[in-house]
T-cell receptor, first 114, second 110 residues
Framework: NAGVTQTPKFRVLKTGQSMTLLCAQD?????MYWYRQDPGMGLRLIHY???????AKGEVPDGYNVSRLKKQNFLLGLESAAPSQTSVYFC?????????????FGPGTRLTVL | DQQVKQNSPSLSVQEGRISILNCDYT??????FLWYKKYPAEGPTFLIS?????DKNEDGRFTVFLNKSAKHLSLHIVPSQPGDSAVYFC?????????FGTGTSLTVIP
């Protein structure tokens, strides 16, 4: 039982390049989330999904796209990376909605955009 | 605009003493409040939560207090242990979204 895994762990991009971050969970959770963590900003919600085939915008969605084609996977895409997207990205999942459901986080992906 | 604030970036406490971490929020619609602990190079892990209809929740050495009128919550760790040294994030939820504070780095000195 691996919990929540993220691929890759590190990545360096040049401005304008594209990439996809993969999040996978093996807990049969319905809800999945993508956050970014920046110094002095805490974690901010980018996009989330309440089930397979669904996605919704969070607090800071601009410049990102997501897809949830399979229940266990949640992909975060950057179509044209910008230096402002340099950050640590965390994926999380919960069994269901509601704040009483514990979020399980992955180990993070450190992305640098030059 | 930051809806959840942790105004103390760091805190140092002697082993065995009480650690008190504070958090303020602005949105009265938040219905759950949570604390997460984070070690370097790892993702946050859930610690304890409290519903907006309660004012206290305990789990072992960890107690969270909620003061709705002041829009303030705090996490008490008693007694503090060196393994508690980590960054602690306060979070609040409304609907399907979670809002996190900027974190407080706790150092427990042996």
């Amino acid at each position: 039982n691996a919990g929540v895994t993220q691929t890759p762990k590190f990545r360096v991009l040049k401005t304008g390049q594209s990439m996809t971050l993969l999040c996978a969970q093996d807990m049969n959770h319905e809800y999945m989330y993508w956050y970014r963590q920046d110094p002095g900003m805490g974690l901010r919600l980018i996009h989330y999904s309440v089930g397979e085939g669904t996605t919704a915008k969070g607090e800071v969605p601009d410049g990102y796209n997501v897809s949830r084609l399979k229940k266990q996977n949640f992909l975060l895409g950057l179509e044209s990376a910008a230096p402002s997207q340099t950050s640590v990205y965390f994926c999380a999942s919960t069994l269901a909605g509601g704040g009483y459901n514990e979020q399980f986080f992955g180990p993070g992906t450190r992305l640098t955009v030059l | 605009d930051q809806q959840v604030k942790q105004n103390s970036p760091s805190l140092s406490v002697q082993e065995g003493r009480i650690s008190i971490l504070n958090c303020d929020y602005t949105n009265s619609m938040f219905d759950y409040f949570l604390w997460y602990k984070k070690y370097p190079a790892e993702g946050p892990t859930f610690l304890i939560s409290i519903s907006s209809i309660k004012d206290k929740n305990e789990d072992g050495r960890f107690t969270v207090f909620l003061n709705k009128s002041a829009k303030h919550l705090s996490l008490h760790i008693v007694p503090s242990q060196p393994g508690d040294s980590a960054v602690y994030f306060c979070a609040a939820s409304f609907g399907n979204q979670f809002y996190f504070g900027t974190g407080t780095s706790l150092t427990v000195i042996p």
